[in-house]
Antibody, heavy 118, light 110 residues
């Protein structure tokens, strides 16, 4: 059974940094792209970033480009999202998702809440 | 990035059929596969349809997907009160190099 467990969320001040992690199990982690999707309170889903299975290629939404970095450690089956220069509009629940080649997300974690506020 | 266009809400009676539309452009829906997700507020989204019209194992055949040109549609037949949720479409945009989601549609089963 695929399991994705996010961690690292919390309260951070504007301009601060936070690192999210997603622990994956139940599938061959290195064979799949992985994605972060976020959802602001009361809003819809917003794609944040995707990394390929090899980690060679990464993709970012314009709203986070230059501020967020995505990475993966296949030896630990872990996906990470380094978030810098955080803004109030980054406040959201962040989900990690197992990603198919045609960019659908077949398994999702439970999410971790990031709140950016002074 | 822009979102795909979905109606904010749809409603129908139990046992009836409902469709949810997702409108995009040539660079996203027309050229790429569409997926659909169901989300009960407070929980993680769940995949309903992938590659335009394929159902993952465990998703009943009451749920169907179709695509024509720059639009896609999710159909749900035999509506149940348990189908009440938010539904999202998603796809890749070849011009933007980004994943797009629709704004979401709230389904109410009256």
């Amino acid at each position: 059974e695929v399991q994705l467990v996010e961690s690292g969320g919390g309260l951070v001040q504007p301009g601060g940094s936070l690192r999210l992690s997603c622990a994956a199990s139940g599938f061959t982690f290195s064979h799949y792209a992985m994605t972060w999707v976020r959802q602001a309170p009361g809003k819809g889903l917003e794609w944040v970033s995707t990394i390929t299975g090899t980690g060679v290629s990464t993709y970012f939404a314009d709203s986070v480009k230059g501020r967020f970095t995505i990475s993966r450690d296949s030896s630990k089956n872990t996906l990470s999202l380094q978030m810098n220069s955080l803004r109030a509009d980054d406040t959201a629940v962040y989900y990690c998702a197992k990603t198919a080649p045609t960019f659908y997300f077949d398994s999702w974690g439970q999410g971790t809440l990031v709140t950016v506020s002074s | 990035q822009s979102v795909l266009t979905q109606p904010p809400s749809v409603s129908a009676a139990p046992g009836q059929k409902v469709t949810i539309s997702c409108s995009g452009t040539t660079s996203n829906i027309e050229k790429n596969y569409v997926s659909w997700y169901r989300q009960v507020p407070g929980t993680a989204p769940k995949l309903l349809i992938y590659d335009n019209n394929e159902r993952p194992s465990g998703i009943p055949d009451r749920f169907s997907g179709s695509k024509s040109g720059t639009s896609a549609t999710l159909g749900i037949t035999g509506l149940q009160t348990g189908d009440e949720a938010d539904y999202y479409c998603g796809t890749w945009d070849s011009s933007l190099g980004a994943v797009l989601f629709g704004g979401g549609t709230k389904l109410t089963v009256l």
